[in-house]
């Protein structure tokens, strides 16, 4: 079974420019999320989307940040513009299901973003 | 909201001692997982705790789950090299509350010859 998809892995850019992350989930996984993992910390849910539906973006800087799932499949998360301290590495995760039961998520590779 | 606390932060340990790394969270949590994090790499799924007195083993690793306590520990038994890594718990809230994961800070684990 493919696990969790993400491209770029790599990608260095400078302040106040726009960059754009990119996963594929485990096929048939309902969920997808989206992390942001600081050097030295855990990671830090900014998003999590049912099928194509928001589930939770209580932690997405909504200035500069958005994400979108369309057709409940790939999904892409967009900074724009960066700052210094979005240098980190955006974790894609997703599981089979939600709520009723325990959902234990799959993480991709990750893009590791590098602001100048 | 749901606050998990690691520690050791770092733990260096000699290859075949015993240790236990403890996860502490803050309010009602059902399910409690560790994961482990090579560096560069992503995180990979250990233990996945879904009950008071839950425990389970893998290798040389024994996760325990005490809900009453707020508790859970990693315990690791006659470490060797191939064990260096970050672990990371993560807790989650009730069933049916969401299921936002909130990772501690992790405990970056180097096992010496």
């Known amino acids: 079974e493919a696990g969790v998809a993400q491209s770029p892995r790599y990608k260095i850019i400078e302040k106040r420019q726009s960059v754009a992350f990119w996963c594929n989930p485990i096929?048939?996984?309902?969920?997808l999320y989206w992390y942001q993992q600081i050097l030295g910390q855990g990671p830090k849910l900014l998003i999590q989307f049912q099928n194509n539906g928001v589930v939770d973006d209580s932690q997405l800087p909504k200035d500069r940040f958005s994400a979108e799932r369309l057709k409940g499949v790939d999904s892409t998360l967009k900074i724009q513009p960066a700052k210094l301290e979005d240098s980190a590495v955006y974790l894609c995760?997703?599981?089979?299901?939600?709520?009723?039961?325990?959902?234990?998520?799959?993480f991709g590779p990750g893009t590791r973003l590098t602001v100048l | 909201e749901l606050k998990v606390e690691q520690n050791p932060l770092f733990l260096s340990m000699q290859e075949g001692k015993n240790y236990t790394i403890y996860c502490n969270y803050s309010?009602?949590?059902?399910?409690l997982y560790w994961y482990r994090q090579d560096p560069g790499k992503s995180l990979e799924s250990l233990f996945v705790?879904?009950?008071?007195?839950a425990v389970k083993q893998e290798g040389r690793l024994m996760a325990s789950l005490d809900t009453k306590a707020r508790l859970s520990t990693l315990h690791i038994t006659a470490a060797v090299h191939d064990l260096s890594a970050t672990y990371f718990c993560a807790g989650a809230p009730p069933t049916g509350s969401g299921s936002r994961l909130t990772f501690g800070e992790g405990t970056q684990l180097t096992v010496n010859p």
């Open positions: 309010t009602t949590s059902d399910r």
């Open positions: 995760a997703s599981s089979l299901i939600t709520g009723r039961t325990y959902n234990e998520q799959f």
């Open positions: 705790l879904l009950s008071n007195g």
């Open positions: 096929s048939g996984h309902a969920t």
